[in-house]
């Protein structure tokens, strides 16, 4: 989970996240599954950014651990329930269910894996269609990769300087973080530690949630895992 002093700057950093090309696209994978889905979950929805365009396809509402990311998400008129992609009940059910940008990597390991999509798959309608978008593939995290990013608007400037770690099966990301504004200059650590899924974890976990699974590529930035719940 990002920490509490990202949750103000979020959406400044993925300013240049195209929310609108993603969730068109989303959206078109969603209806060839589903052609008459109406309603969506967006699991570890953040601020609400992907919400915001999916809202004009469907009736759409999120959930969200982080009580400052759910916070803004509500502020900007956003429903959204604060919880564990792990350990939620909603008490209704969804034509489909997404959980994006990653956001699964935050599961923790084979049990959380299983126990998210267990929950995502609890809350779908008969036929309804769950969509995870993964953050990497074991293999694909390397040590010592770096990265400097900035971003500045009318009230701030932020920089970020980012060095990747990598142990077994998790991928870690000590995210230093510096914003200056009226306040002065401050800056902390964002420490990420994600989860690296494969396949073969995605075709497990959605095999004991009851779905098949199939790999989709070329929709999102990464690869996408799928399922549609059986009608009946």
């Avoid at 959206?27 to 052609?35: A, D, M, Q, S």
Wanted: some cysteine; overall charge negative.
């Amino acid at each position: 989970m990002y920490a509490e002093d990202t949750a103000p700057i979020y959406d400044l950093m993925y300013s240049g996240k195209d929310y609108a090309a993603e969730s068109a696209a989303l959206t078109g994978l969603i209806r060839e599954r589903v052609p008459r889905a109406a309603s969506l979950l967006d699991v570890a929805c953040g601020t609400g950014s992907h919400l915001r365009h999916l809202g004009a396809s469907f009736t759409a509402e999120g959930l969200e651990l982080s009580p400052q990311m759910t916070a803004i998400a509500r502020g900007q008129g956003h429903t959204v329930t604060e919880g564990d992609m792990r350990d939620f009940t909603l008490g209704r059910r969804f034509d489909a269910v997404v959980c994006l940008f990653g956001s699964i990597g935050y599961a923790g390991g084979a049990t959380g894996l299983d126990a998210a999509v267990a929950r995502m798959a609890a809350h779908l309608a008969p036929g309804g269609v769950l969509v995870i978008e993964n953050f990497h593939q074991p293999g694909e995290f390397f040590d010592g990769y770096r990265v400097a990013d900035g971003w500045r608007d009318e009230r701030r400037a932020v920089t970020r300087l980012s060095v990747s770690e990598h142990h077994g099966a998790v991928g870690v990301m000590n995210m230093h973080v510096m914003v200056a504004d009226d306040a002065g200059v401050r800056s902390f650590l964002d420490r990420h530690e994600m989860s690296l899924y494969s396949t073969a974890d995605f075709a497990r976990a959605f095999g004991a949630a009851g779905l098949d699974v199939a790999r989709v590529e070329g929709i999102l930035p990464r690869a996408l895992y799928v399922g549609v719940a059986r009608k009946s």
